[in-house]
């Protein structure tokens, strides 16, 4: 449960495909939630194992994240909380501070 590792309930939706503006209203506007923050360790591994088993089970996904830099280029942020998105987070190479990549996802093809 994502409730062992401080996460509350998650939401693995494979039904459709958003943009990262759409999937944040989605959250807002039909769960009462907002997109997930990864503020330790234990929390990305617990997501990690959660993706997988959903993405067994279809088809690999992109999952957003609540993480931007859309205030601030190269300043990322977990858009709830406004604290700095966690360097354990990212992968090498990771973040780039181009100005079209704004959003995070954790990506199949990076694994997650």
């Given at each position: 449960?994502?409730?062992?590792?401080?996460?509350?309930?998650?939401?693995?939706?494979?039904?459709?495909?958003?943009?990262?503006?759409?999937?944040?209203?989605?959250?807002?506007?039909?769960e009462?939630?907002?997109l997930?923050?990864?503020?330790?360790?234990?929390?990305?591994?617990?997501?990690?194992?959660?993706?997988?088993v959903?993405?067994d089970?279809?088809?690999?996904h992109?999952?957003?994240?609540?993480?931007?830099?859309?205030?601030?280029?190269?300043?990322?942020v977990?858009?709830?909380?406004?604290?700095?998105?966690?360097?354990?987070?990212?992968?090498t190479g990771y973040?780039?501070?181009t100005i079209?990549?704004?959003?995070?996802?954790?990506?199949a093809?990076f694994?997650y």
């Open positions: 449960q994502a409730t062992w590792v401080d996460m509350g309930c998650i939401l693995l939706n494979t039904s459709a495909t958003y943009t990262w503006e759409k999937a944040n209203g989605y959250c807002q506007e039909n009462n939630a907002t997930v923050e990864i503020l330790t360790e234990e929390q990305l591994e617990f997501l990690h194992m959660a993706i997988t959903v993405d089970q279809s088809s690999k992109n999952w957003w994240t609540a993480g931007t830099d859309l205030g601030v280029e190269g300043h990322w977990w858009m709830r909380s406004l604290q700095t998105v966690g360097d354990f987070v990212w992968i973040p780039k501070s079209g990549s704004n959003c995070m996802a954790l990506s093809g694994g």
